[in-house]
């Protein structure tokens, strides 16, 4: 079955399908973790940390992949200047 679906590499993965990926896992844990609160697997505490660790993760990740495409996006439009 693995040759029919290989696994990326990490180097294969675009930067959207890593920012739907970190909105995902966001989303399920939105969606489990009450559950988990009220069955005293975790903590509301806990849970709540852990949501805004990721959605920090996210906001940082989507800043840093407009910053790269805007400095490719001058880098290119320098080269074809000749500059």
């Given at each position: 079955?693995?040759?029919?679906?290989?696994?990326?590499?990490?180097?294969?993965?675009?930067?959207?399908?890593?920012?739907?990926?970190?909105k995902?896992?966001?989303?399920?844990?939105?969606?489990?973790?009450?559950?988990?609160?009220?069955?005293?697997k975790?903590?509301?505490?806990?849970?709540?940390?852990r949501?805004?660790?990721?959605?920090?993760?996210?906001?940082?990740?989507?800043?840093?992949?407009?910053?790269?495409?805007?400095?490719?996006?001058?880098?290119?439009?320098?080269?074809?200047?000749?500059?």
């Open positions: 079955m693995s040759d029919l679906f290989p696994s990326p590499s990490p180097d294969d993965i675009r930067a959207l399908d890593k920012v739907n990926e970190i995902r896992e966001i989303a399920v844990r939105q969606r489990v973790y009450p559950r988990w609160v009220s069955q005293h975790i903590t509301e505490r806990l849970a709540d940390y949501i805004i660790v990721l959605q920090a993760i996210l906001r940082d990740y989507q800043k840093d992949t407009l910053n790269q495409g805007e400095s490719n996006g001058n880098e290119e439009k320098r080269d074809e200047e000749g500059n």
